[in-house]
T-cell receptor, first 116, second 114 residues
């Protein structure tokens, strides 16, 4: 099955700086890579996702890059703000595949703290 | 994307008892999943809820402990049986629509077993 590794486990940045979180996956059949933000006591919220047919996707201050050859993808947050502080999870799946490939496999999470 | 209503939002239960968590989706979905999130940890898939048939359980999770029902395309339940303090966790349901890549999560059930 799929295995997703995420680094770092904690990340502190100054407000206005950039934050980068990296993930690797093991199953070359995975083709969908979402990122979730989870604030304390709340459900995971999708913040951006990327499919394997593109190498980069951007939405305002958030961008995700994907390197299929190396099987890694990264989340980039620019101009960080205190409200970006949360736990971020990467995940991988093949939603339209068969069997267990359709499941979302999560990374271990990154606690991001943005210091004012 | 679908809207998932999950209840209860939290409960405190005595050890040895059972709790049933419900998830209702506002439209028909292809797949429904149940996750456990232990304090400070990531999400771990318990099982995939299959409509009209037995759920598919992940390694380490068994039907006797976590029976799951999915009588139709919009509703599923997870029961945590014979609870112990180690079952204290957040339980989340999730879904994915047919032909869609996105997954949506319920608001979670925070379970404390005393």
């Amino acid at each position: 099955g799929e295995n997703v590794e995420q680094h770092p486990s904690t990340l502190s940045v100054q407000e206005g700086d950039s934050a980068v979180i990296k993930c690797t996956y093991s199953d070359s059949a995975s083709n969908y890579f979402p990122w979730y933000k989870q604030e304390l006591g709340k459900r995971p919220q999708l913040i951006i996702d990327i499919r394997s047919n593109v190498g980069e996707k951007k939405d305002q201050r958030i961008a995700v890059t994907l390197n299929k050859t190396a099987k890694h993808f990264s989340l980039h947050i620019t101009e960080t703000q205190p409200e970006d502080s949360a736990v971020y999870f990467c995940a991988a799946s093949n939603p339209l595949g068969s069997g267990s490939a359709r499941q979302l496999t999560f990374g271990s999470g990154t606690q991001l703290t943005v210091l004012p | 994307s679908a809207v998932i209503s999950q209840k209860p939002s939290r409960d405190i239960c005595q050890r040895g008892t059972s709790l049933t968590i419900q998830c209702q989706v506002d439209s028909q979905v292809t797949m429904m999943f149940w996750y456990r999130q232990q304090p400070g940890q990531s999400l771990t898939l318990i099982a995939t809820a299959n409509q009209g048939s037995e759920a598919t359980y992940e390694s380490g999770f068994v039907i006797d402990k976590f029976p799951i029902s999915r009588p139709n395309l919009t509703f599923s339940t997870l029961t945590v049986s014979n609870m112990s303090p180690e079952d204290s966790s957040i339980y989340l349901c999730s879904d994915r629509h047919q032909g869609s890549y996105g997954y949506t999560f319920g608001s979670g059930t925070r379970l404390t077993v005393v």
